[in-house]
């Protein structure tokens, strides 16, 4: 009978110890990790310099004023790897990232669900429904970050490595061709739409972002919700570093359009200040969770394709107390397994649902420690 069982022996849940190696060993795994993930960082570094060189058709389209922009994004391929790769290498993480890519890479999951990948890199990834859910206005401003961000990026990073390039059709006509490493993509009129949206696309997308990190700048300073635990270098600073970036943008913008160009050398240098910076600071800081989110994808397409194969075969994991089915066995075998990987003492309690513990973990304070006041 499920609810004679008994509960797991050994330490008990909720208990702080954990059975950790020697300092000696530890200390030697961390320093085995830092370099492994600085040797992997470092030659993806250099694969970029090779990747600017050879797209920039031997720097011939590449631009030397954008050389601290270059710079930047080669310091920032370190620090992302470098992170990743120290990330991955923890138990959790690394059986999340083993199992989210065996998921997606399975052919029985692609047969099983076709659309399932799509789906969750449309929802997930890309839209981010699961943040609706918390508050509809949140999810709007997340919105115009990401997809700001990710405008800009697809602008800046290929025109800063002198992979895109534009170039006049004629010395008397308004027309330009948009090249990709040296070849031709396609010629656009300079006072047509398509040509002021492409002159004008880091303007949009800093008016997204300023839209976005504006709403959550006055929610951390408003909401005491958000207030709680905060902290400045955390929370508060990627949101200035976005505002920096995207204001000073469109002052540059202002200043050629209105100005005549009057202080565009000061804001020239204090935008390449700020995104130079922001770059330099993306790994270390709140905006890894950027590359991190994919991951979560695979992960969540591991456990989507294990509940439905679940409910298919009737695999599911039954509470060993009461009876009720807790997940699918894959997935509480995942969670056991990464609970001895960090080398915890009670992976057991993983096969009781999260009440049955409340219950065991109170009748075992009743039994051992005290039974109430007299």
């Known amino acids: 009978m499920a609810g004679t069982a008994p509960p797991p022996q ?14 000696g060993v530890v200390a030697s795994t961390t320093r085995t990790t830092a370099v492994r993930a600085s040797l992997i960082a470092g030659a993806a570094s250099v694969l970029l310099v090779v990747a600017i060189v050879l797209g920039s058709r031997l720097l011939r389209d590449f631009d030397s004023a954008l050389v601290p922009y270059a710079v930047a994004t080669v310091f920032l391929t370190f620090g992302v790897v470098y992170r990743y790769v120290v990330w991955v290498s923890a138990p959790a ?3 999340m990232f083993v ?14 669900s076709p659309a399932a990948l799509p789906k969750m890199i449309a929802t997930y990834l890309g839209f981010q429904k699961f943040l609706g859910a918390r508050s509809h206005a949140r999810w709007a401003a997340h919105q115009l970050i990401f997809w700001g961000c990710l405008l800009a990026a697809a602008i800046t990073f290929p025109l800063t490595w002198g992979w895109f390039t534009f170039t006049s059709a004629s010395a008397a006509g308004p027309g330009y061709e948009m090249r990709l490493w040296g070849l031709r993509l396609f010629g656009f009129d300079s006072g047509s739409f398509l040509g002021w949206a492409l002159y004008h696309g880091l303007d949009l997308a800093a008016v997204m972002v300023i839209g976005g990190a504006g709403y959550f700048l006055w929610r951390r300073m408003r909401d005491r919700a958000a207030t709680t635990g905060q902290r400045f270098g955390y929370d508060f600073l990627p949101l200035l570093a976005l505002i920096t970036i995207s204001v000073t943008g469109l002052l540059l913008t202002f200043s ?16 390449m200040a700020s995104v130079v910076l922001t770059l330099v600071y993306l790994p270390f800081g709140k905006f890894f969770h950027i590359v991190q989110r994919p991951a979560a994808v695979g992960m969540q397409l591991f456990k989507y394709t294990a509940r439905r194969k679940g409910s298919d075969d009737q695999e599911l994991q039954a509470c060993k107390r009461c009876g009720q089915p807790i997940d699918t066995v894959a997935a509480v075998d995942n969670l056991r397994a990464t609970m001895r990987d960090l ?4 992976d057991e309690w993983a096969e009781y649902c999260p009440r049955c513990k409340r219950v065991l973990r109170g009748t075992a304070y009743l039994s051992n420690v005290k039974r109430g006041f007299k």
């Open 256 to 271: 050629e359009m209105f100005l005549h160009g009057g202080g565009y050398e000061f804001l020239a240098i204090l935008h």
């Open 343 to 346: 080398k915890l003492g009670f």
């Open 99 to 112: 199992q989210g890519w065996k998921a997606a890479l399975s052919w029985e999951n692609l047969k099983r």
């Open 93 to 95: 993480a690394r059986r």
């Open 10 to 23: 050994g330490r008990p849940i909720g208990d702080s110890q954990v059975e950790g190696g020697a300092p």
